[in-house]
């Protein structure tokens, strides 16, 4: 893996909220590298840090300290509207993230310039079916849904995907369903993933390297293999413990 290009990184990036006597330290010094075509899982239990961590990468909030920089480039501060042009978000809630005015296929042309033929390819894909442009979300089961969040984040040429508890709201057939194709995508259009979650047992299947968060510090952090095979901190074990069957 390291002889793959850097696409993203983050260096000693500290977040904290609320007034000055009692402010809250949700980040304390994370670092990272997301390589090329590669994904990277960050695990940790609510209220780690890692939903803010996405927000401080894709620009929605502003680190108190520390670097973003996207292939070499530093953009720390910078707002959504121009780093969605190099990554998109997939949520948890898939329906909420459409319109239910619009129809997918609006939806999906909404601020980006492609044909047809071309919105066909991605929606293909992703597994579906051209049929279902014509739909609204509220029309679609959720893993559809969460796989036209995918298409749509293809569709906007992002060559990172941050996909945030993605499985969560899934039954366990759509949850298998979706992460294979997260894989093929990765497969296929060699874009680099941050995969975000609770589940350790999901992360280490899918994963490539896989980084541990626990109140805003990274615990763990390596290869999946060798976190899982040879944790350091006490915490990642005891998620471990918890997983039945890895």
Same mark, same amino acid.
């Given at each position: ?9 983050? /260096? ?7 007034? /000055? ?12 590298? *997301?390589?090329? &075509? ?7 239990? #609510? $209220?780690? &840090?890692?939903?803010?961590?996405? /927000?401080?990468?894709? $620009? =929605?909030?502003?680190?108190? #300290?520390?670097? *973003? ?14 780093? &969605?042009?190099?990554?998109? %978000? ?11 005015? %619009?129809? @997918? ?21 992703? &597994? ?11 029309? !679609? ?6 796989? %036209?969040?995918?298409?749509?984040? !293809?569709? $906007?040429?992002?060559? +990172?995907? @941050? ?16 992460? /294979? @194709? +997260? ?27 896989? %980084?541990? =968060?626990?109140? $805003? ?10 976190? +899982?095979?040879?944790?350091? #901190? ?11 069957? =890895?």
């Amino acid at each position: 893996m390291n002889d793959r290009e850097i696409v993203l990184s983050g /260096k000693e990036l500290h977040k904290s909220f609320g007034p /000055k006597e009692n402010r809250r330290h949700i980040l304390k010094g994370v670092s990272f590298e *997301l390589y090329s &075509g590669e994904i990277l899982g960050i695990v940790g239990e #609510s $209220g780690s &840090g890692k939903s803010t961590l996405l /927000k401080l990468i894709c $620009g =929605i909030e502003k680190p108190d #300290s520390g670097e *973003l920089i996207h292939r070499g480039k530093e953009y720390t501060g910078i707002g959504p509207e121009k780093t &969605g042009k190099f990554l998109q %978000m997939i949520f948890q809630d898939a329906y909420g993230s459409f319109d239910p005015r %619009m129809s @997918m296929e609006k939806s999906l042309k909404e601020g980006v310039g492609v044909s047809e033929e071309e919105m066909v390819k991605v929606i293909e894909e992703v &597994g579906l079916t051209k049929d279902l442009l014509s739909r609204r979300p509220r029309h !679609l089961s959720g893993g559809q849904c969460q796989r %036209m969040s995918v298409a749509r984040a !293809l569709l $906007g040429q992002a060559d +990172i995907l @941050m996909c945030d508890e993605v499985t969560s709201a899934l039954d366990v057939t759509s949850q298998a369903q979706v992460v /294979k @194709m +997260i894989e093929d995508v990765r497969n296929k259009e060699d874009v680099s993933i941050l995969f975000v979650s609770h589940d350790l047992a999901l992360v280490s299947n899918l994963c490539d390297r896989v %980084m541990v =968060i626990k109140e $805003g510090e990274v615990v763990d952090y390596g290869e999946t293999k060798t976190v +899982i095979n040879n944790p350091t #901190s006490e915490y990642t074990k005891k998620l471990l413990d918890s997983v039945i069957d =890895i």
